[in-house]
């Protein structure tokens, strides 16, 4: 969505214009120097600039102002991070004053932000969350636990696949099918899997397709751009109504959820435990020392921690999928390279399986490659600074938002030669990972704030895209020519191709 006067309720643009005068005269002065950025105009400053993708305004601008960059989005100081020496001073140097977030306002409706692990404000609760997710549950050896789970959850969406294609030869179409439905739909019932032990997409279960799709509602009003995020004191009138439909929403999953957490409840007093301990499990046993964040998890936050598992795992996870495999499919010599390596370490007698990647150092390039690309989050989360910091040699005001544009640093030139060619073959020889460390590459954040789920996603993109290589032959209708698949985005929550990808696919293997 692209910010213009036309799309901002005309009862808002008349308050606006009555507010003018008092922004004008109470806006604090700046002290300090800030980065250079381009200057904007009066109350929405140089949020009318950015258009519809704003990872790419900002990454333009960095050949006038630089890598740093400083803009007024309405009334909010924001810092732009383009480069990955940048990303590294503010990660190695900086990392806790600007371990913040900057919430938007829809994700405050019933406290969410307050309970969840990616929007959470620095402190007890979060570090609580952190080490539950990074050392009860997204550890090597649960992750080891459920690779079985994983396989025939990939199995379901090969199924899924073949399946809706013969329906829709049976009526007379092509067989295409829209990939990214059924790479969403894996990753949602994985999610449900890790945190409750259940497929959630039943069609003959009515609470679950309402799950579902107010899942579905929520990512969409989390992505969508919000004038009261800009214009703090807007917040109470909720112009655009995004905080109502998120209310409304979250009541949903929240209620549904509730309903699991409730199931699960009675079953463990009536001596009935899951054989293998899952997410749910472990925030339900969950004590606390005393010195550090809460006692116990109370049923309001169990709950907003599965709504979040939800929508982070699963939107994330299948774009970089869909992104992956779309390059390959535009590119035949390395979509071609990557089914010799399966060829050559699986064979065509028995599925890909997890164990397999570690011996096939052309698709963890491919993926590398995808992330370089397409990062799922391009501006990653926004980070807020908790204190006043001088930041090379500017000074950065306490509670401005920080974005670190990983779109542009996995485009640099200054880091990556011939940037914009999708080459896995540049990862080959290099020691280059997505864990953090290595700032030419961070889809995944990097320092205090590092997205927890990172190892669970390196595991599902790899198996699913091996799996699409593997598993079929896909004819990509008639016409069609491999060039013909765009690149074009669309920024919501995350960054999904604008145009999803419909294909034709053909059973290969006799498994």
Not at 32 to 61: A, C, R, S, V, Y
Not at 73 to 94: C, D, P, R, Y
Request: overall charge positive; glycine content about 6%.
């Amino acid at each position: 969505m692209e910010w213009t006067l036309s799309s901002i309720n005309p009862l808002t643009i008349s308050l606006l214009a009555g507010l003018l005068l008092l922004v004008l005269v109470l806006r604090p002065k700046k002290s300090g120097k800030t980065p250079p950025g381009p200057k904007g105009i009066p109350i929405f400053g140089n949020l009318l600039q950015l258009g519809d993708l704003p990872h790419e305004t900002m990454h333009k601008w960095r050949q006038t102002y630089g890598p740093v960059l400083w803009l007024k989005l309405g009334s909010v100081n924001t810092m732009v991070i383009n480069n990955a020496a940048s990303a590294a001073e503010l990660f190695k140097k900086h990392d806790l004053p600007f371990a913040d977030r900057k919430v938007p306002d829809v994700l405050t409706a019933y406290d969410f932000n307050q309970g969840t692990l990616g929007m959470n404000q620095f402190g007890g609760h979060w570090r609580v969350l952190r080490r539950l997710c990074s050392m009860e549950f997204l550890v090597n050896k649960r992750m080891n636990e459920t690779t079985d789970l994983r396989h025939r959850i990939r199995d379901n969406m090969e199924r899924w696949i073949l399946e809706e294609s013969a329906s829709s030869k049976a009526l007379g179409s092509s067989g295409a099918v829209q990939l990214s439905r059924f790479l969403f739909l894996m990753a949602f019932n994985l999610v449900g899997n890790l945190m409750l032990s259940r497929d959630l997409l039943d069609a003959k279960d009515p609470e679950s397709r309402q799950f579902f799709d107010c899942m579905n509602k929520v990512l969409e009003l989390a992505g969508t751009p919000n004038i009261a995020d800009y214009l703090p004191w807007l917040k109470w009138m909720d112009p655009a109504g995004m905080k109502r439909n998120m209310k409304r929403n979250l009541k949903v999953t929240m209620r549904i959820a509730s309903n699991f957490i409730q199931e699960r409840l009675n079953n463990r007093k009536a001596g009935k435990f899951q054989e293998k301990k899952d997410f749910l499990d472990v925030l339900l046993e969950y004590k606390g020392d005393g010195k550090d964040g809460p006692d116990t998890m109370t049923e309001k936050n169990i709950n907003i921690v599965i709504t979040e598992m939800f929508f982070a795992g699963s939107e994330t996870t299948s774009i970089s999928i869909e992104w992956g495999f779309a390059e390959l499919l535009r590119s035949p010599h390395t979509f071609k390279k990557l089914r010799e390596e399966l060829d050559r370490v699986v064979g065509v007698n028995r599925r890909v399986e997890e164990k397999d990647v570690e011996n096939m150092p052309y698709l963890q390039a491919v993926v590398k490659e995808t992330l370089r690309l397409h990062p799922a989050l391009p501006l990653l989360l926004p980070r807020n600074t908790m204190e006043d910091t001088n930041y090379m040699g500017y000074q950065i005001p306490k509670g401005t938002q920080v974005f670190v544009n990983a779109w542009a640093i996995g485009r640099d030139p200054d880091s990556w030669k011939d940037p914009l060619e999708f080459r896995p073959e540049r990862f080959l020889e290099s020691n280059v990972e997505y864990k953090g460390q290595h700032f030419d590459l961070i889809p995944f954040g990097s320092g205090r704030r590092i997205c927890v789920g990172f190892p669970l996603a390196h595991r599902v993109v790899h198996l699913a895209i091996a799996t699409l290589v593997q598993s079929f032959d896909w004819d990509l209708g008639p016409g069609v020519k491999p060039e013909d698949i765009d690149r074009e985005e669309r920024l919501g929550l995350t960054l999904r191709k604008k145009n999803p990808l419909f294909v034709i696919p053909k059973k290969r293997l006799n498994v």
